[in-house]
């Protein structure tokens, strides 16, 4: 799990560091100037949280987390120890992605998932497929999402469900898609993408 720390400096929202967990999930930050922190954590395998016990839907915001976070302060030269994270299980979802001639699996295609915020595709999570074509995006919250598989230019953009889209899904079209009910802790399987490949227009342009 990677924890990430940031500071304004002056208004702007500044990166600071960063730093991934172990076997233990012991983590530590270091070479820190002296100064006020907000922490967050940036994983897949749980619902994220801002320090300290804030849940986020989906990845958390840096400016969120500068905002509504329990500050950590670090003196010079000290350790601000014990800035632990105890994380929810997420739920996630997983499928297989082929070709629609072939059926060959697709390696490489990002699968993002949403959530409906009024009219508007909230975005959740992502995953990526292997060689097999098999993709799971996680770290959700218990819910419904709509996904979206976004191919290279080989293929055409697809919402789960069926419905095409020209390289982007605008949310109409997003949230038009067969809804996906998730659970937090359990995985929704057999969410299967077949994409059709994707036609090309080739030309010359001369001087006149």
Do not use: K
């Amino acid at each position: 799990v990677s924890v990430q720390a940031y500071t304004r400096i002056g208004l702007a929202v500044t990166f600071i560091g960063s730093a991934s967990t172990n076997a233990s999930g012991v983590y530590s930050i270091g070479g820190l100037p002296a100064g006020t922190y907000a922490l967050f954590t940036s994983t897949n395998l749980a619902i994220n949280e801002i320090y300290n016990n804030r849940p986020c839907l989906g990845s958390c915001s840096s400016t969120t987390a500068l905002a509504t976070g329990e500050p950590v302060a670090v003196a010079r030269g000290g350790t601000a120890s014990g800035r632990d994270f105890q994380l929810d299980p997420g739920g996630a979802v997983s499928g297989t992605i082929t070709d629609a001639l072939s059926a060959t699996p697709l390696a490489n295609v990002s699968v993002a998932l949403y959530r409906q915020s009024g009219t508007s595709a909230l975005f959740m999570a992502s995953g990526f497929t292997n060689t097999s074509g098999v993709y799971t995006a996680g770290g959700l919250p218990t819910g419904t999402y709509f996904a979206v598989a976004f191919p290279p230019s080989t293929h055409v953009v697809e919402a789960f469900g069926g419905q095409q889209c020209i390289l982007s899904c605008p949310a109409a079209e997003i949230l038009a898609g067969t809804p996906i009910a998730v659970t937090a802790g359990a995985t929704t399987t057999g969410r299967d993408f077949v994409l059709e490949a994707a036609g090309t227009i080739t030309g010359t342009v001369t001087n006149a």
